[in-house]
């Protein structure tokens, strides 16, 4: 069964700081889309960036960024420069078909402090 | 352009009851999936509708069904309440229901089952 996995549940820092989310995930298929949400207290889940499988190179979003490790299944996430904005729970998903049916992982609490 | 307007945003029913759930999705998005999210269980996926057609439906018992009309507006049921059934029901649609259509979700119902 393909699963997310988030081991950090809460993260701090301050704000200007960079910070890195991690998220690893396990199927056996190779070709797949990989995402990060983030959930602010409106509950809407927005997209803050996303990844496939097949590309290389890292995604970039403005201040948000991929490490995107095939191989060792890691896709983790860096806010660069972060801001109280960014201050909401990110969920890592993985895309198992091509019909929008996420595996989400249970997500990280992120609190930017001023 | 509006964004996925799910109504109600709060709905408190009765163990037993059945409970109907809307989703209007972005103008000219065909496909639009349901999510359950709870604490214990995270984001858990329902099921997916394209033009009018399920195509994909989680692990959830038949006591939760949905439908699709053919303005591409989705409605979930959730029937013979329970408990464990309070949860944010999250709705989403995308373009064309592809890999490379991603995910608008609405700001979600809150179902509280007492």
């Known amino acids: 069964a393909q699963t997310v996995t988030q081991s950090q549940p809460e993260m701090s820092v301050q704000e200007a700081e960079t910070v890195t989310l991690s998220c690893t995930y396990d199927t056996s298929e190779n070709n797949y889309y990989l995402f990060w949400y983030k959930q602010p207290p409106s509950r809407q889940m927005i997209l803050v960036i996303r990844q496939e499988a097949y590309k290389q190179q890292n995604a970039t979003e403005n201040r948000f960024s991929v490490n995107f490790q095939k191989a060792a299944k890691s896709f983790s996430l860096k806010i660069s420069d972060s801001q109280l904005g960014d201050t909401a729970m990110y969920f890592c998903?993985?895309?198992?078909?091509?019909?929008?049916?996420?595996?989400f992982g249970q997500g990280t609490r992120l609190t930017i402090n001023p | 352009k509006a964004g996925v307007t799910q109504t109600p945003r709060y709905l408190i029913k009765t163990r037993g009851q059945q409970v109907t759930l809307s989703c209007s999705p972005i103008?000219?998005?065909?496909?639009v999936s349901w999510y359950q999210q709870t604490p214990g269980q995270g984001l858990q996926f329902l099921f997916e509708y394209f033009s009018e057609t399920q195509r994909n439906k989680g692990n959830f018992p038949g006591r939760f069904s949905g439908r699709q009309f053919s303005n591409s507006r989705s409605e979930m049921n959730v029937s013979t309440l329970e408990l464990g059934d309070s949860a944010l029901y999250l709705c989403?649609?995308?373009?064309?229901?592809?890999?490379?259509?991603?995910?608008?979700f609405g700001n979600g119902t809150r179902l509280t089952v007492t």
């Open positions: 989403a649609s995308s373009l064309v229901g592809s890999r490379n259509s991603p995910l608008h």
């Open positions: 998903a993985f895309d198992i078909q091509g019909a929008q049916k996420l595996v």
């Open positions: 103008s000219g998005h065909r496909s």
